[in-house]
């Protein structure tokens, strides 16, 4: 079982860029797919973005297409979500997690159920 650790979450201004990192523990970081999700104040958790377990395809809602961009690096056991041209709306707790399925990539139909490891979060706030 892996463990994941997000970081790079902070205060910042509408408009600027972030990247999240999440580094995982174990020696199967290659196998699994996984996603960044976010959960805002008051909201259900929202999927964010997707990347295949060999970084060759990747996902993303409407609500960040274009803004956010989903990377894996093999040798780092590393992902990451760059996040342009931030707005307030993007404040959330940022999740990232692995799919519970070796080799398996659902794109943007997955569920949160599909999900076995979680990391704890990293904060983002976006003042306008």
């Known amino acids: 079982q892996e463990d994941l650790v997000e970081s790079g979450g902070r205060l910042a201004q509408a408009g600027e860029s972030l990247r999240l990192s999440c580094v995982a523990s174990?020696?199967?970081?290659?196998?699994?797919?996984m996603a960044w999700f976010r959960r805002a104040p008051g909201k259900e958790r929202e999927l964010v973005a997707t990347?295949?377990?060999?970084?060759?395809?990747?996902v993303y809602p409407d609500s960040v297409k274009g803004r956010f961009f989903i990377s894996r690096d093999r040798a780092k056991n590393t992902m990451y979500l760059r996040m342009d041209n931030l707005n307030p709306e993007d404040t959330a707790v940022y999740y990232c997690?692995?799919?519970?399925?070796?080799?398996?990539?659902?794109?943007?139909?997955?569920?949160?159920?599909?999900?076995?490891?979680w990391g704890q979060g990293t904060q983002v706030t976006v003042s306008s």
């Open positions: 174990g020696r199967l970081f290659g196998l699994y797919s």
């Open positions: 997690a692995t799919d519970r399925t070796t080799w398996r990539y659902r794109a943007g139909d997955y569920m949160e159920t599909d999900f076995g490891t």
């Open positions: 990347v295949r377990w060999d970084g060759s395809a990747t």
